[in-house]
Structure formats: C-alpha cells, structure tokens
C-alpha cells in the first residue's frame, strides 16, 4: 500500500466536495481511487471488462446478492460512459 499526501486547491477542491456531495465516494481517498481507475481504463491500461468481472468476484466474497453485484457492475458501466 502507498500513502500519499496531496493538497487540492480551486477547482479540483471543488470537484472532489462536488463527488462526496453527490455521494458517488464517501471520502476524498475514495474518490481518488475510483478517477485513478476510470483513466486506467480510459487509457488502456486496464481492461474495463476485466475490471468488472474483478469487482464481480469480491462482491460476491462479500456476500451480496446477485440484484445488488448487479447494481455495482451497472453503476461503475454508467460511470464509465458518461465521464
């Protein structure tokens, strides 16, 4: 694990209060990590396919029923379409 340390200013202060607002993170780490994972994929340097089926195996480790992996799976496609 990496532990950083970042300062936000102006607009993307504003962006990471307008994420947790929404409730899309729950905290400003949270919402990091999920930019960092949507321009890997926007890049090509995950595979979005891939990413979800990964997300699909850890839901189900957590014990989640199959209507609410689905949920996940349909909101991070949703995300990943309109960003």
Do not use: C, W
Not at 48 to 61: F, P, S, T, V, Y
């Amino acid at each position: 694990m990496t532990t950083l340390t970042i300062k936000f200013h102006g607009y993307q202060e504003d962006i990471l209060q307008r994420i947790m607002s929404a409730g899309i993170a729950e905290t400003k780490s949270e919402a990091i990590r999920m930019a960092l994972l949507k321009l890997a994929v926007d890049i090509g340097i995950i595979d979005e396919i891939k990413l979800l089926k990964g997300m699909q195996k850890k839901l189900a480790k957590d014990r989640l029923s199959p209507d609410e992996i689905l949920k996940e799976i349909s909101s991070v496609k949703n995300e990943s379409v309109s960003g």
